[in-house]
C-alpha cells in the first residue's frame, strides 16, 4: 500500500486510476525510515561484534597473564610479536645461530602467523629455508590452515622445484586421476589459478588388482533419479551407496580377487567418508552383511556409551556411602547385575554388605594409591574385561574400556584429589576436547577388518583398494550461514568475517568458492589414497550441483561472462540444466578418454543381509524425544550455578580459589591453596570439638583429615597453631569467640533447599538497588546483580556453621583465600574486595535467606531484627588474637532487604 509499489505497472486493474490517499504517502515513509532503521541496526550489531570480540581478546590474554598460563597460539602470537618488535635484531640473530637452517614440511597447512615467524626469521635469505607442500592436498582449514599464506610464501620464495612422480598407485589408476583432474581444462580444476593441475607420472611398484569381472582402475557407479525433475535425497543416496560397498567387496571376495599373488584381504580396503554420519551408515551395512569393519577418524573416546557407565562406575567408587550412586554402578554392563539383583540385596543385607564394603576398599585404594591400582583390582576382582568381550561389539567395548582408564589415569594425576578428577572426567564427557590424539578412538584391531576412515584422518595413508561412496556430497555450509570468512583479494587474501554487511552477497560467492575449491582438494586427497583400484559413486542428489565431481565435469566454460550468481552459483545453475543421461554421456565421454582405466556402472543392486551366529547386538532402550521445546528454568539452582553457570550437590569450599605456588616458610601463609585445601580444612572444622583447651587435642582429628586429603604430616603444627588462633579471635564486644561454642550452640554444613520462583538477576539487582544506602560497602550493585539465567525451582546449598550465641543465630563461613603473606593484607577494605570479587556477597544473601526461612519455620515468636545476628566470613590465613578485625567479614543485611530477596524468590516458605 506505499505509494512507490501502487505507481508501478500493474498494481492496479488496467484503466483504473492509481489510488490517491495521504495515508500511501506515510506508508511510503514508513518504510524507508525502516529500512533505514534496519541498516543502522545490522550496521550497529557488526561493529558490537567487533568490540566484543576484541573486548574478549583483551580480556582472555589479561586472564591467561593473571594465570601464568599459555596456549599454543600464544606461543606462536608472542614470538610473532617479539620478531616484529626486534629492531636490533638480536632475537633474529639468535634463533638463526642455533638453527642455521630450517625445513618445514606439509607446508600447505600452514597459516598467516607461522609464514610470518618463518618470514622474519629467514626472509632476507641470508640462511637457507626449504617449504616442502602440495597445494592441492591443503584440507585443514578447520584448524587454521590457510592456503593463501602458502601461495603467498610461494610466490615470494626465490626457487621452485615440482615433485611429479607418484610412487603410490599404479599406472592406470594415476592416469585415471590426470584423466578427471584434467576434463575441463588444467588451469582452474582446483578454482584458483595459482594452482594449476599437472600430469603425474607413474612410478608404483603396488600390484593391479586382479578382478575377473573388471579391468578398471577407477569405477564410477552412477546413481539414476526415481524422477527425472527431482532429485535423490542424501538418505537414499547414504543407504544405497553403503549397500553397494557391503556388496561389492563380498562380490570381491567370492570372485577370489587377487593383488599380485595374493588374495584380496579385509586390511586391504578402505571406505573414506566425510563425516561420522556416513562412517556409521557404512559400518551398518558392512555388519549386516557379515563383513567385519573397524572404523576410526576424530571421535573421542570420551564420547561413547563405555564412558558414560565409566563414570558411573567411579562416581560410586568415589563415594561409597551414597547407595543410590553404588545401585546405579552395580546395574552397569561393567558390572553386569540387573534390577532384580537389587531387589535381591533387601532380603540379603549381607551380600549388600559385601558390595558396600568393596567400594570403601577401592575408594582407600584410589586415594592411597592412585587411579591405575585401583582400577586394575575392581576389573580383575568383578571380571569386568570378560563380561565385556561376551558382547557383539565385545573388542570395541574393550578398546575403549582400557583408553578411557589410561586417559583418567593421566587426567587424574594432573588433579589434586579424587572430587576433582571426578569433576575433570565429567567435564570431557560433557564437551570432549576436539583433534586431541590422546583421546581419539584407537582401533580395537587391524587384522581382517575393512577400514573406515575420514577423508581427512586419510591423508598420508594408503590402501589397496578405496571406496569413496559419497562423492556426490558438495553440501557448502557457506551458502546458508549468516556469517562468512572469506579471504579479500583486493587486500593481499587477508582473512575477514562479514556478519551481514552491505556487501554480504559478494563475500558469501566468495566464500562458496574456498569451500568448493577445499572441497576438490579433499577429493584429491580421498582419489589418492588408493594403490591399485578406486570406487567413488555420483549422480543427482540434493547438494550434488556444487560438489567437487560436478565441477570436474560440468563447470560452466571459462570464457562465460561473470554475473551476480558467482562462480559457484554459475555451476549450480548450469547443473540444473543436466538429465541424468546428461551426467551419463559425460561419464561415457570421460572413460573412452581414459583408454579403459576408468569404468562407468551403474550402482549395484544391494546384497542380500547376513549375520553371523553371536554377532546380534543387544537392544537398548532409549528415551522417545520430545517435539516440542521444553523449558529448561525450573532446576535445582545454587550460589555456583548463578555466579559461575555450573552447579554442584557438593558443598562450595574454595571452589574458586585458584591453586598458586607456595611461599618459603612454613606458616599458615604458605599453607597450599586451592579446592582441595579449602575442602580438608572445612572438614577439619566440621570435626573438632571448639572447647578443646589446647591444640594438642585437635591433633588426632587433624593428623588423620590432612592424610584423607594427601597433605604432608609437617603441616599438623601448623593447622593445629592455626585452629588455636582462629578459635580465639575475639568476633565482637560482648565476648563472642569461636572457642566458646559448644557443640549444642552450632551446626556444621547446614544444607537448605527452598523454593525459588522466577529469580533473575535483573530484579535481583532492583531490588539491591532500592536498599542501597543501607547496604555493606562490599555490595556494588553494579557488580553484585549477576546476570544470571532466571531461575524456577529450588535453591540448594550447604551453610558451613550456623551458631546460637546470646539469643541471636549467625551463620558463617570458612574461606582459605591467600591475600597476601601478612595479616596488614586482610583488612576490612581487602576483605570488601575479595567478597565483592569472588561474589559472596550474593552467597551470603542467598544463604541469609534461607537461615531466615530456617529460624521463621523453628522459632514461634522469631523477629529478625531480634534473632538474626548476621554474617560472618572467616578469612583463615589473615586471623590472628593479636591482630583484631584481621580475616573477619562481618555484616548483617537490612531486614527489608532480606524480606524483599524473600519475596522475589517466591515469598514465605
Not at 90 to 119: G, K, M, S
Not at 123 to 145: E, T
Amino acid at each position: 500500500l506505499t505509494r512507490t509499489i501502487l505507481s508501478e505497472p500493474g498494481s492496479v486493474k488496467k484503466d483504473a486510476s492509481v489510488p490517491q490517499h495521504a495515508l500511501f504517502d506515510c506508508l511510503d515513509t514508513l518504510v524507508s525510515r525502516l529500512d533505514a532503521y534496519d541498516e543502522a541496526a545490522r550496521s550497529h550489531f557488526i561493529k558490537w561484534i567487533h568490540d566484543m570480540r576484541l573486548s574478549a581478546d583483551a580480556g582472555q590474554r589479561a586472564l591467561k597473564t593473571q594465570r601464568s598460563v599459555q596456549a599454543y597460539d600464544d606461543l606462536l602470537l608472542n614470538l610473532n610479536a617479539a620478531l616484529s618488535s626486534d629492531v636490533d635484531g638480536a632475537l633474529v640473530n639468535r634463533v638463526r645461530a642455533d638453527y642455521p637452517a630450517a625445513l618445514l614440511d606439509e607446508f600447505q597447512d600452514t597459516d598467516p602467523v607461522q609464514y610470518e615467524i618463518f618470514r622474519a626469521l629467514y626472509g632476507d635469505g641470508h640462511q637457507p629455508l626449504f617449504m616442502v607442500g602440495d597445494p592441492k592436498q591443503a584440507i585443514y582449514s578447520f584448524r587454521g590452515a590457510d592456503i593463501f599464506a602458502y601461495l603467498k610464501a610461494r610466490q615470494n620464495a626465490t626457487a621452485r622445484y615440482t615433485l611429479d612422480t607418484n610412487h603410490r598407485a599404479t599406472k592406470g589408476l594415476v592416469g585415471a586421476v590426470n584423466t578427471l583432474f584434467s576434463w575441463c581444462g588444467r588451469e582452474n580444476s582446483f578454482v584458483y589459478d595459482a594452482i594449476p593441475f599437472a600430469d603425474a607420472v607413474s612410478a608404483g611398484s603396488a600390484p593391479a588388482l586382479n578382478d575377473p569381472h573388471c579391468d578398471a582402475s577407477m569405477v564410477v557407479w552412477t546413481l539414476d533419479r526415481p524422477d527425472p525433475d527431482g532429485t535423490i535425497t542424501k538418505g537414499v543416496a547414504r543407504a544405497q551407496g553403503s549397500a553397494a560397498v557391503a556388496g561389492e567387496i563380498r562380490r570381491l571376495y567370492d570372485a577370489g580377487a587377487m593383488l599380485g599373488d595374493e588374495r584380496l584381504r579385509p586390511q586391504d580396503i578402505a571406505v573414506l567418508v566425510r563425516n561420522h554420519v556416513e562412517g556409521i551408515t557404512v559400518q551398518n551395512a558392512l555388519s549386516a552383511s557379515g563383513i567385519p569393519s573397524v572404523r576410526q577418524g576424530h571421535e573421542s573416546v570420551f564420547d561413547t556409551f563405555e564412558a558414560m557407565e565409566l563414570e558411573r562406575l567411579l562416581q560410586a567408587v568415589a563415594q561409597p556411602r551414597r547407595e543410590p550412586v553404588l545401585r546405579s554402578a552395580l546395574v552397569t554392563d561393567l558390572m553386569g547385575l540387573d534390577v532384580s539383583q537389587l531387589l535381591g540385596f533387601e532380603t540379603n543385607a549381607g551380600e549388600w554388605d559385601a558390595w558396600l564394603a568393596r567400594f570403601h576398599r577401592w575408594h582407600e585404594r584410589w586415594r592411597q594409591n592412585g587411579f591405575m591400582r585401583m582400577f586394575r583390582e575392581l576389573v580383575s576382582e568383578c571380571e569386568v574385561l570378560p563380561r565385556l568381550a561376551r558382547f557383539a561389539d565385545g573388542e570395541r567395548r574393550l578398546t575403549n574400556l582400557l583408553h578411557l582408564a589410561e586417559c583418567v589415569a593421566a587426567g587424574a594425576s594432573r588433579q589434586t584429589d579424587i572430587p576433582a578428577a571426578l569433576n575433570w572426567f565429567s567435564t570431557m564427557r560433557q564437551d570432549p576436547v576436539e583433534a586431541e590424539e590422546s583421546t581419539l578412538l584407537r582401533l580395537e584391531s587391524d587384522d581382517n577388518r575393512v577400514r573406515i576412515v575420514t577423508m581427512h584422518a586419510s591423508k598420508g595413508l594408503q590402501y589397496p583398494v578405496v571406496f569413496v561412496p559419497f562423492a556426490w556430497e558438495g553440501t557448502l555450509r557457506s551458502q546458508q550461514a549468516s556469517s562468512v570468512f572469506f579471504h579479500d583479494a583486493s587486500d593481499h587474501d587477508s582473512l575477514w568475517v562479514d556478519f551481514g554487511s552491505e556487501n554480504f552477497e559478494i563475500h558469501q560467492a566468495r566464500a562458496e568458492e574456498e569451500e568448493l575449491a577445499e572441497n576438490l582438494r579433499l577429493l584429491y586427497v580421498a582419489l589418492t589414497r588408493a594403490q591399485s583400484r578406486c570406487y567413488l559413486a555420483y549422480g543427482a542428489v540434493n547438494g550434488a550441483a556444487t560438489s567437487a565431481l560436478s565441477w570436474l565435469l560440468h563447470r560452466p566454460a571459462q570464457e562465460q561472462k561473470a554475473d551476480a550468481a558467482g562462480l559457484v552459483g554459475r555451476l549450480v545453475n548450469h547443473f540444473k540444466t543436466l538429465s541424468d543421461e546428461d551426467l551419463g554421456d559425460t561419464l561415457q565421454a570421460l572413460a573412452k578418454a581414459s583408454d579403459g582405466v576408468i569404468g562407468i556402472q551403474p550402482l549395484p543392486e544391494p546384497m542380500e543381509t547376513v549375520r553371523k551366529a553371536g554377532q546380534t547386538k543387544p537392544r537398548r532402550l532409549k528415551a522417545r524425544q520430545p517435539s516440542r521445546q521444553l523449558s529448561r528454568s525450573w532446576q535445582m539452582g545454587s550460589f555456583s550455578s548463578l555466579s559461575t553457570g555450573h552447579d554442584s550437590t557438593l558443598p562450595d569450599h574454595d571452589r574458586q580459589v585458584q591453586p598458586g605456588p607456595m611461599e618459603g616458610g612454613r606458616d599458615f601463609f604458605s599453607f597450599p591453596r586451592g579446592a582441595r585445601a579449602g575442602t580438608c580444612l572445612h572438614r577439619i572444622f566440621e570435626l573438632i570439638d571448639f572447647r578443646e583447651e589446647s591444640a594438642t587435642g585437635h591433633d588426632e582429628t587433624v593428623r588423620q583429615v590432612l592424610g584423607e586429603y594427601g597433605f604432608e604430616d609437617h603441616w599438623r603444627p601448623v593447622i593445629s597453631r592455626m585452629l588455636q588462633q582462629v578459635l580465639g579471635v575475639a568476633l565482637n564486644d560482648r565476648g563472642l569467640r569461636l572457642e566458646t561454642l559448644t557443640r549444642r550452640d552450632r551446626i556444621d554444613e547446614m544444607a537448605f533447599c527452598y523454593p525459588a520462583n522466577d529469580l533473575d538477576g535483573v530484579r535481583w539487582r532492583d531490588v539491591l538497588s532500592r536498599h542501597a544506602k543501607e547496604l555493606h560497602p562490599a555490595i556494588d550493585t553494579t557488580l553484585d546483580g549477576n546476570s544470571f539465567d532466571a531461575l524456577t525451582g529450588f535453591m540448594r546449598g550447604f551453610i558451613d556453621l550456623v551458631f546460637v550465641h546470646d539469643g541471636k543465630f549467625f551463620l558463617a563461613d570458612y574461606k582459605s583465600n591467600y591475600l597476601g603473606p601478612d595479616f596488614s593484607d586482610y583488612t576490612s577494605k581487602a576483605l570488601e574486595t575479595a567478597m565483592r570479587q569472588s561474589a559472596y556477597t550474593l552467597q551470603y544473601l542467598i544463604y541469609s535467606i534461607a537461615l531466615h526461612r530456617w529460624l521463621r519455620t523453628r522459632l514461634s515468636d522469631y523477629r529478625y531484627e531480634q534473632h538474626f545476628g548476621g554474617v560472618f566470613y572467616f578469612f583463615l590465613r589473615g586471623m590472628h588474637p593479636a591482630h583484631p578485625g584481621s580475616g573477619v567479614f562481618f555484616d548483617r543485611p537490612p531486614h527489608l532487604l532480606i524480606e524483599d530477596l524473600d519475596a522475589l524468590m517466591g515469598g514465605r516458605a
